[in-house]
């Protein structure tokens, strides 16, 4: 019984296997990669598009500052980084100062540079390597000399390279917070997924739970009803049997419309109404007569004080919660055991105690009997019935000793008194052999 009924998520969950858990892994990695790379590709593209706006402006910088200084600045007062040189009509050579020794190192190479340069029409901008260096010159005529601006381009150099690194380490930083994002991208991604196989996993084991006990309790009364037959007994005498019979399967389609309903996995609040336990606890009691019956165990139904026991719920899964519990204390009580069905009213509360002379439990393990997947031996039952009673705003508690039985006590809010008739109760012993 989903506790998504009751307008509640339930807490807890079954473990996803291992194929289920490697392929969330594995897509959880794929994600990573793929959102890592792609940010990384961007930020390459970045720094790319950076590199080339830097190159592409130190150039025409470059040659308008050149142009600008070949055109109107002095041979000894050049501008910073920019070096002139003059070849006069009768062949000598002016120079700005430190610009021969620090370009050629000699006046013969600067003279075939500037010859070179001069023989061609107009102004002009190239690239030449003198001395192992790269430089950028600026030919053109002015008063009837040849005047090159020369820039020597390892400084511009040595700022791509610094933008280089810088780029660099943007890029592995980059790198690394990309790989950040893509796990947090990654896991919020396949968060639904995962929540998505959980919900898959505990309906599958919900139902299997659900489902288990009213089919063993119709198949165990089918049989013996069909031994009896055979056995020439009256039909006319297996009409309560029947109804019994019919009962159980009326209970086991609300059980199914109960899952299906849950298994839309929404908050579906169902309408509460006044429920007797007491009724309810003497309808079980005969529904798993036979099952008592044939492994040797007696269940006893008794209220404890007058008053009656209405709370205000949903009565299929209360019908569940007093099902699971029978059904706990039937699979730990063995030949010759004992059940007893206890029904109390106090101060605003209902009492329901189902208790046993059967195997019994170790109290510190009591608590986490309620946990799904937990309580060895106790399997699913026990969680999905706490589920049930917080969502009717109850308590459940368990108690007992190795060897010495088990004690499960329900307790709900008392609802509105309701005009009911007063069940009949009676003590179950199994039949006596032969």
Not at 109 to 127: D, F, I, Q, V
Request: proline share 6%; charged share 20%; glycine share 12%.
């Amino acid at each position: 019984m989903s506790l998504a009924l009751f307008g509640r998520r339930p807490a807890g969950g079954p473990r996803l296997p291992d194929p289920d858990r490697r392929l969330l892994v594995r897509a959880r990695r794929r994600i990573t990669v793929q959102v890592a790379g792609a940010i990384s590709v961007v930020l390459a593209l970045v720094g790319v598009l950076v590199w080339c706006a830097m190159g592409h402006s130190q150039g025409t910088a470059a040659e308008r500052d050149l142009a600008a200084a070949a055109q109107r600045s002095p041979i000894a007062y050049p501008p910073p980084c920019v070096w002139l040189y003059e070849l006069r009509a009768d062949g000598t050579v002016r120079a700005s100062p430190g610009a021969l020794r620090h370009a050629t190192g000699d006046r013969q190479g600067t003279r075939a540079a500037l010859a070179a340069g001069s023989a061609g029409a107009g102004p002009r901008t190239e690239r030449v390597s003198v001395a192992g260096r790269d430089y950028l010159i600026h030919t053109r005529e002015r008063g009837g000399a040849v005047v090159q601006a020369a820039m020597d381009l390892r400084y511009q150099a040595a700022e791509q390279q610094r933008l280089l690194r810088t780029l660099i380490g943007a890029e592995l930083v980059g790198l690394v917070a990309a790989l950040l994002v893509g796990q947090v991208v990654s896991r919020r991604a396949i968060t639904p997924l995962g929540e998505a196989l959980a919900r898959q996993r505990r309906f599958a084991a919900d139902v299997s739970h659900e489902l288990r006990t009213p089919l063993t309790r119709l198949h165990t009364r089918a049989q013996l009803l069909s031994r009896r037959l055979r056995g020439g007994t009256d039909p006319i005498l297996l009409i309560d049997e029947v109804d019994q019979l019919a009962t159980g399967t009326r209970q086991l389609g609300e059980v199914v419309e109960d899952l299906l309903r849950s298994a839309q996995f929404k908050q579906l609040r169902r309408p509460f109404g006044p429920v007797d336990l007491a009724v309810l606890a003497a309808e079980l009691a005969v529904a798993e007569n036979a099952r008592a019956a044939a492994q040797g165990v007696s269940i006893e139904v008794r209220c404890d004080g007058p008053g009656d026991h209405v709370v205000r719920g949903v009565e299929s899964a209360l019908r569940r919660v007093i099902s699971a519990l029978l059904d706990n204390a039937l699979g730990h009580t063995g030949p010759g055991g004992h059940i007893w069905v206890t029904l109390s009213s106090g101060p605003g509360t209902i009492g329901l105690t189902v208790r046993d002379d059967g195997a019994g439990l170790d109290p510190e393990d009591a608590e986490r009997l309620f946990t799904r997947f937990e309580g060895t031996g106790f399997g699913l039952g026990l969680a999905l019935v706490r589920e049930v009673v917080d969502g009717h705003n109850g308590t459940i508690t368990a108690d007992g000793r190795p060897g010495g039985g088990a004690v499960f006590t329900v307790r709900l809010p008392a609802g509105p008194p309701a005009p009911m008739v007063q069940p009949t109760y009676q003590r179950y012993q199994p039949p006596l052999p032969g």
